[in-house]
């Protein structure tokens, strides 16, 4: 049953994309999959700093506001100094976001949820008063499209940049002591306090990290609508959690499938791009989004229940003795 | 109130914290603006406080079992169009009705999803949330629904002995909620397993049932608020009250803010309802002050903030400032 | 002479406990030291004190020859000193190199993890230990005694020259106990100090150099495990002024209430049969890990057997859930209040009236405010619960009182079976002596109670016959004439094993 959880996502993934193709063969025209590839790349950035977040043990609800002010950042500051310096302006803007949010969670602590709300609300708001509530265009910047229909290397830049984001992030998970410390902490946070792990900093280090990844959204975001203003990315957050949670990765934190993520990623797109060479409305892309990650942890949800003769609980109750158990108490 | 232990004082000025927020914010607006004063305004506010408040009922139950819903932002764009949709054909009343029981039913859902499923209530709610969704966009189209009847639409603008309807149905929700809450077998074992699930299931507590039934009256306060809100705006369409970060989030805030803790065991309604209020009131009072509508959304995050880290700051200016801290829990 | 570890005059208490009393100890270099009591003798708390959990309330610690006072269990680790505790502090979806060295990371320079140094240095260390375990495995998938090695290994990786182990056989098969042996041969080879808590009188005599007896939080008793036996071991252990402030009654003892039937749960306790009469009390008695308190949640539904009956009145039951176990009239009484008994957050007019409220609703189902608060009363006048009143936070009441307040739930569901899993633990003296009144009233009702404890005085005093469990099976049936310390002892530690009947 494990294989479910180790390449479930896989096959889901060809099954559906097998289904579209029946129906409709040019959906797997090398052309319309690097389509769908480069339409998942906002989501599938943010995903992967989602991963390293839920990994953790949290995961980070304001990303979607980052996002927008990104492209409020973008919008105002390239006419001044142009796109490099205007992207690497942004860059350290979300940074910033990214430590609020971590100092809040690790000094102030304030439970994760309500805090990235908070902070969503916040950064929202600073990126409209940024610019005073109107839209900032981008249309006098050709440069900046680079971010989505420049090539580099003959790929579209959009898809490079999830590649690179991805691997980084990958070296990070698995060849860093920085990413052990996160699997660490996600898996019994206790144990790694008292392993001497330096628990706040790292977690002030995942939600800049989740700050970053929703920079880049924001850069190939912004670049396809040309536009800044703050109502931007609304629905990022709760979509980069739903690709971390079908592509594996558990809410409890300590196992992050990074490769799942993309693909669940690439997975949610092909739905919508699917559904819309079908001349279907969108909104049945949401109806699949919801189905599927509801099924896909029943069928997990269900594992665990068939898999144990007694009642999760029963578990929990007749287990190894507690600590309290051996106390002299 | 004092009593034994020094302890005691300190918590509670921090149960009544939100209401003295309240109390306090309410007198300097009332003091520095002649127009938050009027009788108008003051009633203005209590009606914007109930189409959050509603639903914040609903919500306060579930945070106190321990679980929370994402979904009733979408679920509430889906009850709100299908009311409107509904009505030419069914008439006010059978609407209404059926409503109700939908809302209770599409709860309830979520309830088994959780229950028997054991699909943590985070992404079982997430999941609903995209299905209601599309269904609201599926729904006649997607195209925002225009109300004709005009007693309903009075239902929300009205006034009743001039208190308006929507706070007249928010009070009678909290009352019912508290009533739900305190006196019955039903809230003390949504209490219980907020408290400790493994405690409540040696005690012979039903899980199963009880957090069926609380999700299904976050449904059911959500279709109340649906019916408050479409009224109010004469239509309903898929994305409304989805600003500002999102209808469940606004909900949740509220809850958390007047003290119930995410972690579940204890809350109160009569807290949520004054939380409700605050906000309504900071939103009033911002207006009045023509404070910028984007200044307002900044204000508004800071403070929230501030109300979720009381904890955390109390916890800081402990170790820097010498309190007698009878709260050791080993 | 230097010692590793030099403690004197220790004092500990908590809240309404003293659990540790001018505990004065040397351990020399090298040792192995055993460490044996009841449960409550204080062991766990002054390993605790050792290992840096919490400080002690007075006295000194010095290793080798410095003084310490820790406060956190990381400078106990920078000190040298480990301790492995029953419940393990790993991380599950980590692998088992990955866990060893999660503090110290093995890196190339630039920070990159060596994954080779990794499995290389977690190889070494297991080889040290004498036991092959692949380094890539995640905690999660091995065996408790597999965790275990991994703990011990980190304690090596730590380079500590101290080891405490607490109760580390307590979940092992005898093969897993054999390479435990191997493996603290292979620690004191390396010249490494090792404290071990145990119950198992054949382990003190396998392993240690010399063996201390706690009781009642004092040292009764530091020994020379050569010079010494079993039965001047136990007797240090539970011989104590008989100060029994319970006058024990039978009470008249009727039909068979409770019955079990080859009841097997596979690994944790097997084909265990018995009854239990209208108003007998019956001790169920044993170690930690003997299977007492797995058979008790049997019974009242928590944990499913695999084989087996039981029977109440004679009808056979199937009971799943504790709400079946209720409805037969079935009541039950954790061993953790904490974690499975009390509602901290509510009231104790709550906490008393929660298993029965569906029962004091009016017709519109509400709750019936006076009906409520007279069950309350009456239980707190029953149980001489002291508290501040009914809306007091159950959190706020004494060890002895919340305990009251549970059985008073476990009471007012009129049950005609009363399982109680160590009713007294965390109880100080007064509430104690209450209890066991209150125990012989309800027998004297004709409610059959089944008394599982390791407590040995209290199981002693209270019941009228005891039955008594070693690995899962019975190992002894003492009638009351027949019960004394050294018997249960003798069949709780193996040594003695009752005929198969």
Redo the contacts between chains.
Sequence with gaps: MKIWERYGIFFLFLVILGAFALMIPRIVSPNNLLNILVQSSIVSIAAAGMTLAITSGGFD?SVGAIYALVSCVLGKVIPVVGLTLGVFTALMVSMICGVFNGL?IT?????T???T??????F???A??YT??RDVELYGLPAIKVFTTGRFLGLPVPLLMTLIVFALVYFLY????????I??I???E???V????RVDRIKIAVFVFTAITACFSGLIGTAQLLTGN?RLG?DLA?QA??AV?LGGTS?A???GRLLGTLVASILLATIGNGLNLLGV???????????I??VA??V???R??LGR??????K???G?????????? | MRSNESGRVRIDLRDRGILIALVLLAVVLALINHDFRKPVNMLNILREASFEGTAAVGMTLCIISGAFDLSIGSLLALLGMVTIGEMHALGLAPTILAILVLGFAAGSLNGILVSYLRIPAFITTLGMMYVYKALAQIYHGGVPQVATNAIFTKIGSGLFLGVPIPFIVFATCAVIGTVILRRTPLGRYIQAIGNSEKASLVAGVKLNRTRIITFGLVGLATAIAAILISSRMWSANSTMKSGNGGYEFNVIAAVVLGGTSLAGGKGSIFKTVVAAVFIAVLKNGMNLLRIEPYWQYVVTGIILLIAFSMNGLRAMLGRILPFRDTQRVI | MSYAIEIKGVYKSFPGVQALTDISLNVAKGEIHAVVGENGAGKSTLMKILGGLYPADAGTILLEGREIAFHSVREAIAAGVSVIYQEFNLMPDLSVAENILVSQPPVYRRGILSKRALVERTRSLLDQLGIALDPGILIEELSVSERQVVEIAKALSFESGIIIMDEPTAALSSKEVERLYAIIAALKAKGKTILYITHRLKEIFDLSDRVTVLRDGKLVATLTTAETDEDTIVRHMVGRDKASFYHYEPAPQREVLLELKGLTKDGYFEDVSFTVRSGEILGLAGLIGCGRDELAKAVYGLLAPDRGEILISGHRVRIRRPQDALRHGIAFLAEDRKEFGIFAEMNVKENLTLTIINRLKHLFGFIQTRAEHETFRRYVDLMQIRCAGAAQRVMDLSGGNQQKVMLGRALATDCRVLLLLEPTRGVDVGAKSEIYTLLHQLAKKGIAILLASSDLPEILSVCDRTVVLWQGRITGRLSKAGMDENAVMRCATGIHVEAAS
Excluded: C, W
């Design positions: 609800l809040i000094k102030l602590r304030v439970q949820f309500v805090a709300l908070a902070t969503m609300i916040i929202r708001g600073v409209f008063i005073g509530g698995h060849h860093t002591p920085l990413g052990l410390h699997r660490a996600g898996s019994n206790p144990a790694a008292t392993s001497g792990i703050g609304t709760l959690i739903a949670i809410l934190g300590g196992r409305s969108a909104a049945y892309q949401d109806l699949s989004t919801g189905i990650l509801i942890l029943a997990e949800g269900l665990q229940i003769r007694e009642s999760f609980s029963a929990a109750v007749a190894i003795k507690s600590q309290e158990a051996s106390d002299a108490q």
